[in-house]
Each structure stands twice: as structure tokens, then as C-alpha cells.
């Protein structure tokens, strides 16, 4: 990271959201029965996005079926095209189909380092904080009438990273991670 912010290589935080049509109850109490209007089925729209730790660009690649180790090549290829005369970094968890031997020989042949995360540490991939923000934006409490309609809210608000929601996203994306050095476990 503090290679990224001298301006010495491009950190990339990596991580997919599965968007499930559905109910995202924002808030919901009271003294009589309510019923509330939700998309039925169980439609995905998978988002695996590359965020850029310092200047905050995403880039993505979206499908219906599922996110797998072609996915996520597809993101190299595109990170890759971007042309960046820097080392490159990819920040990952530690999902099987990042760890396989195809990302690793298509990173590896475009020269683009992989770095995971260690096991069940959310808190330390920027990313997760933008799935956060595009959930709060566009999907809790909102009733979307079908499939496509949700679609296109998630890519608009992600399509709006860099304009609408600029100035919230860059005081949320700051690198500043919560970690804990010094635990004690109470038996």
C-alpha cells in the first residue's frame, strides 16, 4: 500500500458480489402487519470487481450464471489492457476459483502479481466496503419490478463510482484497515 500511494505500483482490491433479486429490507417495524412488495425468483447478478486502492477506479466483469476462474482471467486480461507501466498487485480472498491454475499462469504470463488475504478477513479488502455502499444506495428498501431494472440499478450505481458518488466513496475507501495485533481468547 504504500508502494500504491507513492505512485511505485497499482494495488488492486479483488472480490465478487452476488446481487440476488429479492427483498434488502432497509428498516421495518410496526405494530400491525405489513406486507412488502419484493422481486420473487432467484435471479443473479454477479459483480467481480478490481478496485484501484488509490485512484479508486473499478473495473468489472458481470454475468447471471456464476463467477469461476474464466471470470476471473477475463479481469486480468482487462486490468492487463489498461496498460499501466507500474508493477501491478491483485489484493485477493482466498475463493477456489482465484487460487486454481489457470488464474495463476494468466496472471503470471501478463506479469501481475497475486496476493491473498488470509482465510475469513473481509475487513481487510477495500472492495467489500463498495459492495456495502451499493447495497445502502440502490438495493435496500427499493422494490424493483424485474430482473433487468435491478440489473441496471447496480451497474448505474457502480457505473457512478467516479462522479455521483465520488466524494462518499473516497472519505469510505481510505486505507485504513481494522486489525487486531493483540488478542487475548478468554477460555
Not at 43 to 66: D, K, P
Amino acid at each position: 500500500m504504500e508502494e500504491a500511494q507513492a505512485g511505485k505500483r497499482a494495488v488492486f482490491f479483488v472480490d465478487a458480489a452476488h446481487f440476488v433479486l429479492g427483498a434488502y429490507l432497509g428498516f421495518l417495524w410496526c405494530f400491525e402487519r405489513l406486507f412488502v412488495k419484493t422481486g420473487s425468483g432467484r435471479q443473479r447478478f454477479n459483480v467481480l470487481g478490481a478496485l484501484n486502492a488509490v485512484t479508486h477506479e473499478l473495473i468489472t466483469v458481470t454475468n447471471e450464471a456464476y463467477i469461476n476462474a474464466q471470470s476471473v482471467c477475463e479481469l486480468l486480461n482487462k486490468i492487463a489492457a489498461l496498460g499501466l507501466s507500474l508493477p501491478v498487485t491483485l489484493v485477493l480472498d482466498n475463493a477456489r476459483y482465484q487460487k486454481c491454475a489457470l488464474v495463476t499462469q494468466t496472471a503470471q504470463a501478463l506479469n501481475i502479481e497475486l496476493l491473498y488475504l488470509t482465510t475469513y478477513s473481509p475487513n481487510l479488502n477495500l472492495i467489500e466496503r463498495l459492495w456495502k455502499f451499493v447495497k445502502k444506495q440502490c438495493l435496500y428498501s427499493i422494490y424493483y419490478p424485474d430482473f433487468d431494472a435491478f440489473k441496471e440499478a447496480i451497474s448505474t450505481c457502480l457505473g457512478q463510482c467516479h462522479t455521483t458518488h465520488k466524494k462518499e466513496l473516497d472519505s469510505l475507501l481510505t486505507p485504513r484497515f481494522q486489525s487486531f495485533r493483540k488478542t487475548k481468547l478468554i477460555p
